[in-house]
C-alpha cells in the first residue's frame, strides 16, 4: 500500500475535525498522521491526512470529503515539502548524557531540557529522518516522545 497526503482547507468552524475524524471512522479508512492548524486566511483551517491504501481508496476519501459542508477544497500532494516535529526525552543515566548529545549533533537536533539522568531534544525534518533519529536514540532509552504529525505544502 501506498501512502498518500491529503490537504484538506476547512472552514474553521466548531466540530468540523470530528466531522472529517467520524467519516474516515465510518468508511474504515485508518489516518497515519492529521495535523491541523489555522492558514494565512482567517477562518479557514489546513488538515494535513496522510492515509495508506490504493489509487481508488484516495479518490474515494476525496469524493467524501468533498460532500462535508465544512469542506473548501481537498489535494493529493505529489510534489510537496513535508515536515515533522518531535520532541523525546531520552538516557537512563548521566553517563549516557554525552552520547546522546553527538547524535543530537549529528542530525542537528536542538536540546531544550537536560534533567539528572536524561535530556530532552526537539528535531524538524522529513519523516525519515526523524524515524532515523530515534532509532539511534531507542538503545539509550526513549523515556518519553511526541510526534506532531506531517506537515506539508506543495511546491509551486
Request: charged share 25%.
Amino acid at each position: 500500500m501506498q501512502e498518500y497526503v491529503l490537504s484538506v482547507k476547512v472552514a474553521n468552524n466548531n466540530g468540523v475535525l470530528l466531522r472529517v475524524s467520524s467519516l474516515f471512522s465510518r468508511r474504515c479508512f485508518n489516518i497515519k498522521s492529521l495535523n491541523a492548524a489555522e492558514t494565512e486566511i482567517p477562518n479557514v483551517s489546513r488538515l494535513t491526512i496522510v492515509v495508506s491504501g490504493d489509487i481508488r481508496v484516495l479518490e474515494q476519501i476525496k469524493n467524501q470529503l468533498m460532500k462535508l459542508y465544512d469542506v473548501i477544497d481537498v489535494t493529493i500532494l505529489e510534489d510537496a515539502v513535508c515536515r515533522e516535529h518531535v520532541l523525546v526525552r531520552a538516557g537512563r543515566s548521566s553517563d549516557e548524557r554525552q552520547k546522546i548529545i553527538e547524535i543530537a549533533n549529528l542530525f542537528r537536533a536542538k536540546l531544550v531540557d537536560i534533567a539528572a539522568d536524561s535530556v530532552m531534544l526537539e528535531l524538524t525534518g522529513e519523516p525519515a529522518k526523524l524515524d532515523s533519529f530515534i532509532g539511534l536514540l531507542k538503545p539509550y532509552g526513549i523515556v518519553k516522545m511526541v510526534r506532531s504529525g506531517i506537515s506539508a505544502l506543495e511546491r509551486d
